[in-house]
């Protein structure tokens, strides 16, 4: 045998080293493809239909979420009513209200200094008198305060 002849005996003995070795990563390879392969197949026929209910999940949440708009708007208009006719109440009944509790005050206050002197007036300029203290008193108590009710006068009248 030659130097030749070696050499190419080697060459050749490495090459089919390297084609053997070769030949075992492109099993391999192709055993990795194939689990690849099953892998995303299996993903794929999971991921589908996880994507439909997320889509049905999102679009029951819009309607939900209009619902809940439809609600906040009518419990709006509802508050704006209920403000409007309490504001109705408090200009119809609270002008009458504090006129009748200060003619009441203004009344008790009169009978109480009655009561308290012995003799009722007889004659008509003590009448007058106690006519105007009356009056001066249901005034007084009639005055306007800067209280809520004389606000919602004020709207009232203006």
Known sequence: MSVGELAGLLVAVGWTVLVTLLAVVLVRLSKVLREATVLVSAVTDQAVPLLSDASAAVRSAHEQLERVDDITANVQDAAANANALSSTVAATLGGPLVKLAAFSYGVRKA??????????????????ALAQLIRAEVRAATA????????????VKG
């Open 144 to 155: 306007p305060r800067g209280g809520l009710l004389s606000r919602v006068r004020r709207a």
């Open 111 to 128: 009978v109480n200094r009655q009561q308290n002197t012995v003799t009722l007036p007889q004659q008509s300029s003590e009448r007058e």
